[in-house]
């Protein structure tokens, strides 16, 4: 305790018994800082795991041998933890002290443990309870190696320090969750409960496929549209099942509800309940509530956690960084003083030797050898900073080149002597050494090697299953051939570089690696057999290829940037690893030896540790962790007992899922933006070119900005026969470019899109595709004739700016010409009646899809963002490189490990080809007769018995989608052409879960982080001319739309309307409100299924009860403000929408039971139940109120908005490929028949554009779109409808690149520019809070309104003051910021005034914004030329607003100058006087007088005096042209008051001065007045209550005045003097004497 080193303050004392010098003390603190005593802990800890993981559950609690012999180490375990706490307690003291034991949180959880465990011990002997949950707090031992390891700290630390933040969006997503779950809980409460029961059994449910699913009814006509009907005669719809999944799956209560709705946010199983719901309740309006809860929940909310957690995790490793390299320039500098005196010392010794006479001339050259060695060695070094590739390895060489011969001609002299006759021999030897390190140089080798690899990669890839006997063997000895090869050039590389320069290129060392693991395998497989695939690793060598791209340097910079985050990543991964052994410990002491089920136990299980490890990692990827969720409720009892064991998954996934591997993503996003750093370092050379580019760019932007009207014609002959003269060319070209052309080509564009959409894709001959194909005539028609025009207008092709020579008008073609083309083969066709054009014509009509994309070259923003989506993809390019050269090397693995292991029999009991033939007995669970099936000998539907069928497999598994069923089959996998033995080999999961670190984890990360980073340097780049950055831009954007807020107060005092305002307004009631809200809350969430008839009353009354105080809450507020004021502000509108919205929901509520009653029709009553259901949401709407009230909540809902606006363009992006996919989805797999068992069923299909929109949208969620890609391949039988042969097919093979493709765009392109956005837009929740940010500035709106309730715009100046004081920073001053800086930022900011001394409300704000965030602030002199360039800059980047804001936001310098009073010439004389008040003429007082009051007239003489001198200083420099004591500017002559009467004037500066620092709520009814009698007199009156006269003319060259006129005229006048027609002076900061007196003698 620090009481070793001073002896006379004593440290505390532990437990108040043992002092700091108390032997025991002093030993045990020894013990516990002896390093054998941390690594004891650390192995125990260890062994402890090991012991825990060891165990083996089994069913009803029986144990193994081996767990019993392991419970009885617990007790010793036990011991040794309580043994290290006690001596740390001994040490440290208890909790009393700073530094004692308790005060660190590891040691806090070690006690908790220790505590936990002896309880455990001490009750199994004495009480009889459940331990199971105690025990499992043994878990959490594993945890204390975070404690030992620092580098996992920094990221435990950012996922801590983000913890904050996240806390707020964790609200706000819990927020989201209780809507959404009591929205369902109105409208799905109770719903899932009707099923198809059998007529014959009425307890026997009849299954839809292979599950029951709700129904609706018993009749068709009664189901609303989509709903599930049972079929009449062979069974009926009851209310008595338990619902789906056991019931788990419910929104019966507010518990299950959320569950669900979390359930459905993380995108797993989704699909299901939205297709119970639509099966119980019908399907129109059901996707109304799930859509929105998967873009919302999932895409928005949870996209959130990750901006965070990014932000956060940059910020720690910046904050890491700084202080290691802090600490490593101390050492250098220490290290570098010491070692610099060193090496002085020795050179002086080595001198003196030289300089001897008796040193022999051989000490010498050694002494000068070694000299000339060491700067060698000192140049290699410099080289060798960073070698990860041939290149740096050859320039270093190069340069070794002529040192070597030196170097070694040093070492040979000595050699040669003793050598003699060798000597020829070592010199040929060397010879050829040069000769040989000259050729592995060479470009041929490089490429010769290159080819070598590349064919050995073609030899691995073309392995197969059931390939030829040649292809065996020939592969066979080709592996020896090409590893014989690859063996010689690493030798050949070696000899010639020598050993050490070979190694120091990280490529060649990962050669070596390669090929000695080579080498291994093949010894292995000639010894055992079989192979790792290892050799495939050569590929990798591909990646040179790079070298010849200009890709080279960026991708080694990325490898640079991830190799040295490899620390940060290593601990994430070993954090992952801690996090799921303890999450697989605990839940084998939970679930362990539960899982046993009427089916048997599900593969995902927690019976051994192995297993349980990977449905941890399983759940993590998360992928079907539902489904292991429910299997984990109901082996804990059901719905009854077992929901509370619910909270262990969605913690595992909320910490795993959103919170761990996000952590992943922070890592990749930092590594990119490092990366980019680097490149765009080297790429100095690149931007020389690219601004050559840009000056081209500009030149086309000019040309195309020049025609406002129409555009010129090309000045070149149209097909070599039109001339720009020609009439029929400038018909067309005046055609083109009419005003609407375009706007109608976009039309017909929406119109031909909508025909498209509207098509039957079943029955191809009905009536309404024969309407729409007329149509279809007419829209091609229309686009021929667009073409045709455009073409003579402009040319083919054979000079700039013809027609072909843009890609959008060759795609225009391109859908045109395959139009007509069809047309032309449907016209022959029907003459010949051939049938084998149909395939061709309908391909050829599919491309008729592409004509949505011709919108986005005439929509500019869309443009934009298109752009933004391609050079995105070209950045992505190189990464798709590696990225496909990685999943194929994982691919060549695959079939090397599992190559024709994927065969099974459906029969289970038989395992070969042979045995699997004939018929076997299928027992049904509820029939008493089995049914004969066909023994089937088929492969797994994802396989791996070729490279490209392994590819797909492995990009299925990377989707997340599906990867559980083949980690089973893989590890069920046993030899070739056997069938599966379940978890045959449990160790092949670690090929999946290297797999997913690499891919999943990483890469697609990448992928993600390189789509984040373009589109945030996109929007820079729009900004980049315009010299301001995203911040400022969006904070001027703000400024731009923000307007006044209007505050309404009645106008008299007196009245009732007066007091229900002051009511209303008041805290109190604002407060009240709230708590009703809440409870209001509180009441929706207590429904649930089935309450008794009395609950429902209570609930319904309470219910009437608060919509009748909401009611009354809107009357007090109508009664307050009136009408008209009311509606203005959106919240009161929405408000009132809700209590009409409750009280008509009540009435119905109220009175709907009597009129169902007198309403006999059937159809009557539907109508009637519908209305209602609408009517609920109104009660959950009440919800949203909460969320204006908290002040961050306020911010993230701001920004939420801020970035629903930057969305339209990316949302209509992602429109138009869903359009384009499902278009083609119904064209080519529409007419596929639809099966309850196979996955295009009827909720399932592309029969209706909208039903292929709702497929699509369900396979970018993920939602196990490799099935749905499966239904749709050759198998597939053809709709009946479709009138097709029974023989012919309609599934295609086009499924596997239509699926695939559509993945890929989706979710790495077009769901990351969610992703992009919403980290744009969120990246203050992670930045330092002391910059300005647009999420400030609702503020400063907010509180203008006080000060200006009518919102007039303008408030007098001195509120203004008031107002900025008042607002906190960084958008005010903040009442502790001093006057004398506040003044100093107000003459900066010099807004103008008006002539009552009011100033606007975008002036100020604007100029606030731009004094703190400086957009173009410069020195006094310059700032009329930046503001110059602000207005051209505003002018440009918001050309539209800037016609009618740009005056206010920056005013024309005419406003600020001569004449005009402005802000900063007000608070520039209060700051001169303040200056001049604390100088020593200030201060001084005429001798002899006594202390005077400080108003009487002569106390202020002295002042006064100053004041005179400044003035007379002032009007005789000024020369001797102008009047004396007027100041002559610009033509305007400025009486300056002569000095007699300043005497007398009661108020003068000091006065002033005083008063000015003083809160001015009284100077409401400050009037300032520039009259204009003669010339331009300044005169200020002030009418303070006191003084109130008419305001005072005088003529000119008259210098007498009242002593009434306000101090602030002076202030004024010598402000006049002092900024002389130039403001911008003053708004440097040093304004004291020096500036008058420099401002005052202009003439020097």
């Known amino acids: 305790m620090g009481g070793a080193h001073q002896p006379a303050t004593p440290g505390p004392s532990s437990l108040f018994i043992f002092s700091d010098e108390n032997p025991i003390r002093r030993y045990t603190k020894f013990i516990i800082e002896w390093p054998p005593f941390e690594y004891a802990v650390l192995l125990t800890i260890i062994a402890n795991c090991v012991v825990l993981a060891l165990e083996e559950h089994l069913p009803n609690g029986d144990k193994t041998i081996l767990a019993q012999n392991l419970e009885k180490t617990e007790a010793y375990f036990l011991g040794i933890f309580c043994v290290e706490a006690s001596l740390k307690i001994l040490a440290l003291g208890f909790v009393l002290h700073r530094g004692s034991y308790l005060r660190n949180v590891w040691n806090i959880m070690d006690f908790f443990v220790v505590v936990t465990g002896s ?32 580098s996992l700290q920094v990221v435990l630390k950012s996922i801590i320090k983000a913890m904050a933040p996240l806390l707020q969006i964790g609200l706000l997503v819990l927020f989201a969750i ?16 009707k099923t198809c029961y059998s007529l014959e059994d009425i307890n026997e449910i009849v299954n839809d496929g292979d599950n029951p699913t709700p129904c609706n009814a018993d009749n068709e006509t009664l189901a609303p549209y989509g709903a599930h009907v049972c079929t009449y005669d062979k069974s009926t719809c009851l209310e008595k099942w338990e619902g789906p999944n056991r019931g788990i799956t419910s929104f019966d209560n507010i518990g299950f509800a959320m569950l669900t709705v979390f359930q459905c946010i993380t995108m797993e199983g989704w699909t299901a309940i939205l297709y119970w719901t639509n099966d119980a309740l019908g399907s129109t309006f059901n996707w109304i509530y799930f859509v929105p809860l998967i873009v919302l929940g999932s895409f928005f909310m949870l996209n959130l956690v990750l901006g965070v957690l990014s932000g956060e995790f940059s910020n720690e490793r910046t904050r890491v960084e700084r202080r290691a390299q802090f600490q490593k320039e101390r050492a250098r500098q220490m290290f570098n003083q010491d070692f610099t005196g060193y090496i002085n010392w020795i050179t002086e010794a080595e001198e003196v030797i030289l300089a001897e006479e008796r040193t022999t001339e ?95 990669t073609i030899c691995v890839a073309v392995e197969h299953y059931r390939q030829p006997k040649w292809l065996t063997s020939f592969l066979y000895y080709a592996e020896f051939v090409f590893l014989g090869l690859f063996m010689m050039e690493m030798w050949v590389k070696m000899y010639a570089l020598g050993p050490r320069i070979y190694f120091e290129s990280s490529f060649n060392r990962f050669d070596c690696v390669v090929i000695s693991g080579s080498i291994f395998e093949v010894v292995w497989s000639e010894v055992k057999g079989g192979s790792f695939g290892l050799s495939v690793l050569r590929a990798l060598r591909l990646l040179r290829i790079f070298k010849v791209t200009k890709y080279w340097s960026s991708l080694r910079n990325l490898v640079i940037s991830l190799l040295n985050s490899m620390r940060s990543i290593i601990s994430l991964l070993f954090l992952l690893f801690l996090f799921i052994l303890i999450f697989a410990l605990l839940g084998m002491q939970l679930f362990g030896g539960q899982f046993n089920f009427e089916e048997g136990t599900p593969p995902t299980n927690f019976n051994t540790f192995p297993i349980a490890l990977l449905t941890v990692f399983q759940i993590l990827t998360g992928e079907d962790w539902n489904e292991v969720m429910y299997f984990g409720i109901q082996s804990q009892g059901g719905i009854q007992k077992g929901m509370l064991y619910s909270l262990y998954f969605v913690i595992l996934v909320l910490f795993g899922n959103y919170t761990l591997l996000n952590v992943f993503l922070a890592i990749a996003v930092d590594n990119l933006a490092n990366a980019q750093e680097l490149t765009a370092a080297e790429e100095e050379q690149g931007e020389e070119d690219k601004e050559k580019q840009s000056q081209k760019e500009e030149a086309k932007k000019e040309d195309e900005e020049v025609p406002d009207g129409p555009k010129p014609m090309l000045p070149y002959s149209s097909m070599f026969i039109l001339s720009p003269t020609n009439p029929i060319r400038r018909g067309a070209h005046w055609i083109v470019n009419l005003r609407y052309f375009d706007f109608f080509i976009m039309v017909v564009i929406c119109m031909s899109s909508v025909a498209l959409a509207a098509e039957d894709p079943v029955v191809e001959d009905s009536d309404r595709n024969k309407v729409l194909n007329y149509f279809d005539y007419a829209f091609t028609g229309v686009f021929t004739v667009e073409m045709l025009l455009k073409i003579v207008d402009l040319g083919i092709l054979f000079h700039p700016g013809a027609y072909l020579r843009d890609l959008w008008n060759i795609m225009d073609a391109a859908v045109v010409i395959c139009a007509l083309v069809s047309f032309g083969f449907e016209i022959g066709g029907i003459k010949k009646g051939a049938g084998q054009n149909l395939s061709t014509i309908k391909s050829l009509r599919v491309l008729r899809v592409l004509r949505p994309l011709k919108t986005i070259k005439r ?335 306020r911010i993230l809902l701001w920004t939420f908005v801020q970035s629903f606006k930057a969305l339209p363009y990316v949302c209509l992006l992602i429109a138009m490929l869903f359009f384009i996919y499902a278009i083609i989805g119904m064209q080519v797999f529409g007419n596929i028949e639809l099966a309850a068992e196979s996955d295009m069923n009827r909720h399932n299909n592309f029969r209706s554009f909208i039903q292929a929109l709702m497929l699509l949208f369900r396979c970018a969620t993920g939602e196990s779109w490799p099935n749905i890609m499966l239904a749709c391949l050759k198998p597939a039988k053809c709709d009946r409808e479709a009138g097709k042969p029974p023989s012919e097919v309609c599934g295609s093979t086009l499924a596997y690149a239509y699926f695939v493709s559509f993945i890929f765009f989706c979710s790495f392109l077009m769901l990351n520019l969610f992703v992009a956005v919403i980290m744009d837009n969120f990246d203050y929740l992670t930045r330092d809070s002391s910059i300005l940010g647009a999420h400030h500035l609702d503020e400063f709106v907010r509180i203008w309104a006080e000060y200006d309730p009518n919102a007039t715009g303008k408030i007098h100046y001195t509120e203004m003051y008031d107002m900025l004081k008042n607002m906190d920073p960084p958008l005010g001053f903040g009442n502790k910021c001093p006057n004398r800086l506040a003044y100093k930022k107000l003459i900066r900011m010099n807004m103008p005034l008006d002539e009552e001394g009011k100033v606007n409300f975008t002036t100020t704000l604007f100029a606030l914004i731009r004094e703190n965030l400086s957009i173009k602030m410069r020195s006094a002199e310059e700032m009329d030329q930046a503001d110059e360039e602000l207005r051209e800059t505003i002018t440009r980047i918001w050309p539209l607003q800037a016609k009618k804001m740009l005056d206010l936001l920056v005013p024309r310098s005419d406003v600020l100058n001569a004449g005009k009073l402005t802000v900063g010439k007000i608070y520039a004389g209060l700051l001169i006087l303040e200056s001049w008040r604390s100088t020593r003429f200030g201060q001084t007082e005429p001798q002899g007088v006594p202390a005077f009051s400080e108003n009487s007239p002569t106390a202020n003489q002295p002042k006064a005096s100053f004041f005179n001198c400044l003035l007379d200083v002032a009007a005789t420099g000024l020369g001797h042209g102008s009047r004396t004591g007027s100041l002559s500017q610009e033509g305007q002559a400025i009486t300056v008051p002569t000095t007699e009467n300043h005497v007398d004037d009661p108020h003068t500066l000091a006065d002033l001065a005083r008063r000015s620092t003083r809160k001015s709520h009284k100077n409401n009814k400050k009037v300032l007045e520039l009259q204009d009698v003669g010339s331009h007199h300044a005169s200020m009156e002030s009418l303070d209550e006191a003084r109130l006269q008419a305001p005072h003319a005088y003529q000119n060259g008259h210098h007498g005045r009242s002593s009434s006129l306000s101090a602030v005229e002076d202030v004024i006048a010598l402000k006049f003097i002092v900024v002389e027609g130039d403001v911008h002076q003053v708004r440097e900061d040093g304004i004291t004497e020096a500036t008058i007196t420099k401002s005052a003698f202009p003439t020097q």
């Open 178 to 193: 209780v809507i959404f779950a009591i929205i369902g809980l109105e409208f799905y409460s109770g719903a899932l409960h």
């Open 362 to 456: 051989e000490e010498r050259m050694h002494i000068i050898e070694a000299r000339r060695r060491a700067a060698a060695k000192k140049k290699l070094k410099n080289l060798g900073k960073s070698k990860s590739t041939d290149t740096e390895e050859e320039e270093q060489d190069e340069d070794c080149g002529d040192d070597v011969p030196k170097k070694k001609q040093g070492f040979l002299k000595s050699k040669t002597r003793s050598a003699g006759k060798c000597a020829d021999f070592w010199r040929a030897e060397k010879r050829f050494r040069f000769w040989i390190r000259h050729t592995v140089k060479t470009q041929w080798f490089y490429w010769f090697v290159i080819v070598l690899v590349l064919f050995n």
């Open 859 to 1193: 929509v500019p923003k869309l443009k934009a963002v298109f752009d933004c989506v391609v050079n995105s993809l070209k950045n992505v390019i190189n990464i798709l490189i590696v990225y496909i050269l990685f999943q194929f090397i994982f691919a060549v693995i695959a079939v090397q490990l599992f190559n024709g292991k994927f065969f099974h029999c459906n029969d289970i009991s038989k395992n070969t080809f042979e045995d699997c033939q004939g018929s076997y007995f299928e027992y049904e669970s509820n029939s008493l007769l089995p049914r004969v099936s066909k023994r089937q000998w088929t492969t797994q539907s994802f396989h791996y018995d070729n490279v490209a069928s392994a590819m797909l497999t492995l990009f299925a598994v990377q989707t997340g989608e599906g990867w559980p069923q083949v980690l089973q089959n893989s590890m069920a996998a046993t030899y070739e052409d056997r069938g599966p033995i379940q978890n045959f080999r449990i160790e092949m999961s670690i090929f999946y879960i290297v797999y997913f670190v690499v891919f999943p984890f990483f890469f697609v990360n990448i992928f993600v982080a390189l789509i984040i980073i373009t589109f945030q340097e996109q929007g820079e780049a729009e900004l980049q001319d315009g010299e301001i950055d995203k911040n400022q831009k969006s904070c001027i954007d703000f400024t731009i739309e923000a307007r006044p807020l209007e505050r309404y107060m009645p106008s008299k005092r007196g009245s009732i309307k007066y007091k229900v305002w002051r009511i209303v307004v008041s805290t109190p009631f604002e407060y009240f409100i709230m708590a009703l809200i809440v409870l209001n809350t509180l009441l929706l969430m207590m429904k649930y299924y089935n309450q008794n008839d009395l609950y429902a009353d209570i609930l319904k009354y309470s219910n009437m009860g608060f919509t009748g105080m909401f009611s009354v809450e809107t009357v007090l507020k109508i009664i307050a403000y009136g009408v008209k004021n009311f509606f203005k502000d959106p919240w009161n509108t929405f408000d009132f929408i809700t209590v009409i919205g409750s009280i008509i929901d009540a009435l119905i509520m109220e009175f709907g039971s009597d009129l169902a009653e007198n309403c006999a029709d059937i159809s009557c009553q539907q109508e009637n139940t519908f209305n209602v259901g609408f009517l609920r949401l109104f009660r959950a709407a009440r919800l949203i109120k909460l969320l204006r009230q908290g002040y961050t909540i």
């Open 119 to 150: 309880m455990t011990i001490f009750a199994e002997y004495n009480v009889d309870v459940d331990l199971r949950m105690l025990r499992s707090f043994r878990v959490l031992r594993p945890l204390k190696l975070v404690s030992r390891i620092p």
